[in-house]
């Protein structure tokens, strides 16, 4: 059983910053990539943030970058996502996605948490 498990959302006014943090657990050998979605009411799960599993390289939409950062940490098998400027247009659930490697033998599976809802007022 694996578990990914977020925290951090909230309500928020325009301008502000939330940092997002998600919490791998379970049967776990190897983390892959891991990442942050997020998905608006009535529109598709859209890419965030992605960040490899060294760490050394990061991903980000065109719509956050210069404001929000990725960033992981392998020993507590968490990822975080800092978001500083917020914007009503940022107002979403955000997912957290990690690809999980749960044997020696086998292939890294996508997993993802539940889903922590930001809202930025304007």
């Known amino acids: 059983q694996v578990q990914l498990v977020e925290s951090g959302g909230g309500l928020v006014q325009a301008g502000g910053s939330l940092r997002l943090s998600c919490a791998a657990s379970g049967s776990i050998v190897s983390l892959g990539t891991m990442g942050w979605y997020r998905q608006a009411p009535g529109k598709e799960r859209d890419l965030v943030a992605v960040i490899s599993s060294s760490g050394g390289t990061r991903n980000y939409a065109d719509s956050v970058k210069g404001r929000f950062t990725i960033s992981r940490d392998n020993g507590k098998k968490s990822v975080y996502l800092q978001m500083n400027s917020l914007e009503p247009e940022d107002t979403a659930v955000y997912y957290c996605?990690?690809?999980?490697?749960?044997?020696?033998?086998?292939?890294?599976?996508?997993?993802w948490g539940q889903g922590t809802q930001v809202t930025v007022s304007s």
């Open positions: 996605y990690a690809e999980i490697k749960r044997g020696y033998i086998g292939n890294y599976i996508g997993y």
